[in-house]
Structures are given as structure tokens and as C-alpha cells.
């Protein structure tokens, strides 16, 4: 089985590379953010507790998104394998997650951590809130705050993982396609 965590901050490119990789793999997709905004869809009382977080870029607290991806675990059956997504983001998300997947026979296998310049992040952003119409893309301010959020409590998660050897890091600045084939690289590698 294969399990990946794909790491990098807002604007990476975490989900476009998602795309290509489920596709060539066939792996589960777990986008905590793409889970979210499903329940805030439904307007479901998980929806909307996580939206007055979301809309200010902050993080939704640890136990309501680690009961949420305990639950897609659970209901996933006969999968090659996750591609965890936005997640985990804190290391107390981290460690829970071990904990999910250890209960279950399963491990992380690496993660894949997409290195993109903070003004690069920025630009990306602004340019995908002019047509994704999420309201967290849409203003200076909550760009900001994503991506302080991202330096304060999530890049631990890295350190996390480099503790167990299992980090990579990709330059996450060029085409699209070679992005991905270096992606695949380290995939093949394990
Ligand atoms: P991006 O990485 O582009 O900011 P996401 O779609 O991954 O977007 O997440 C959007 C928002 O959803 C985050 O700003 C946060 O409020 C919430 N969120 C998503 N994943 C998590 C998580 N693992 N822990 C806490 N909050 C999360």
C-alpha cells in the first residue's frame, strides 16, 4: 500500500499534483480542505463549525478534523492507498494520524513536501481566487494569515516526518508535468 503525504504550504500546487498522481497510482484522494468544503456544501453541522475557520484562514481545531479523517479511513474499502492532502497540518495531526494507521496495519510510506517561493504562494492564490470563489483566496489579509499559519504550525509537521526519514522535498516552481515526473521519482523509490 501506498500512503503519501503531500506537504507544502497554501498555493503549492498540493492539489493540482493530487490529480495526476491518483490518477497514475490509484490512490485515494484525502483533501482535508476538499472535505470540508463538501460539509459546508451539505450545510452540515461539521460544515458549519469549520467555517468560521476557514473564512479567516485559521485552523480547524485538531480533534474535529482528526475524527473527520478517521471516518474516510474507515469507510474507504479495498483502496492502493491514500494521498493525504492538507493533512496532516499540525503535529498533534501527525501523531493521530500514526496512531489511525498503525490501528489499521498501515503506515506512511513518504512525504513529499512542494518547496515554493512565499511571493510565488501569494500571486498563485489571488490568481485561483478570481475563479475558485473561495472566500480565503479572495482577500490580502487571509492569504496572510494562511500562510503565517503554515510557518507557525505546520511546518513542524516536516521536521515530524524528517524525524522518521521519510521526507523529501520537491521544488515546486515549473511546469506542471516535471513537477510530477520528479514527484513519481520518489514514489518509485519506495
Ligand atoms: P489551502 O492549503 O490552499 O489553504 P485547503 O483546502 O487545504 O487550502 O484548506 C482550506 C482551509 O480548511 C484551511 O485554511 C483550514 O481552515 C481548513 N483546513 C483544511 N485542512 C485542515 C487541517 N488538516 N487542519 C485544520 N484545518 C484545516
Redesign the pocket.
Given at each position: 500500500m501506498l500512503n503519501i503525504v503531500l506537504f507544502g504550504p497554501?498555493?503549492a500546487g498540493k492539489g493540482t499534483q493530487s490529480e495526476k498522481l491518483i490518477a497514475k497510482y490509484k490512490l485515494t484522494h484525502l483533501?482535508?480542505?476538499?472535505l470540508?468544503r463538501a460539509h459546508l456544501g451539505q450545510g452540515t453541522d461539521l460544515g458549519q463549525l469549520?467555517r468560521k475557520?476557514?473564512d479567516e484562514?485559521?485552523?480547524?481545531p485538531d480533534e474535529v478534523?482528526i475524527g473527520m479523517v478517521d471516518d474516510k479511513i474507515k469507510n474507504t474499502q479495498d483502496s492502493n492507498g491514500f494521498i493525504f492532502d492538507?493533512?496532516?497540518?499540525t503535529v498533534a495531526?501527525a501523531r493521530a494520524l500514526d496512531l489511525l494507521l498503525e490501528e489499521k496495519n498501515m503506515s506512511i510510506s513518504g512525504m513529499i513536501a512542494l518547496d515554493v517561493p512565499e511571493e510565488v504562494l501569494k500571486e498563485r492564490i489571488r490568481e485561483r481566487g478570481e475563479t475558485s470563489g473561495r472566500v480565503?483566496d479572495q482577500d490580502e489579509e487571509k492569504i496572510k494569515t494562511?500562510i503565517q499559519v503554515y510557518l507557525d504550525e505546520t511546518i513542524p509537521v516536516a521536521t515530524y516526518y524528517k524525524g522518521q526519514e521519510k521526507l523529501t522535498k520537491i521544488h515546486g516552481v515549473g511546469a506542471i508535468d516535471e513537477i510530477f515526473a520528479n514527484i513519481c521519482e520518489v514514489i518509485d523509490s519506495y
Open positions: 497554501p498555493g483533501s482535508t480542505g476538499d470540508f469549520a475557520y476557514m484562514g485559521r485552523l480547524v478534523v492538507g493533512f496532516p497540518r495531526q480565503d494562511r
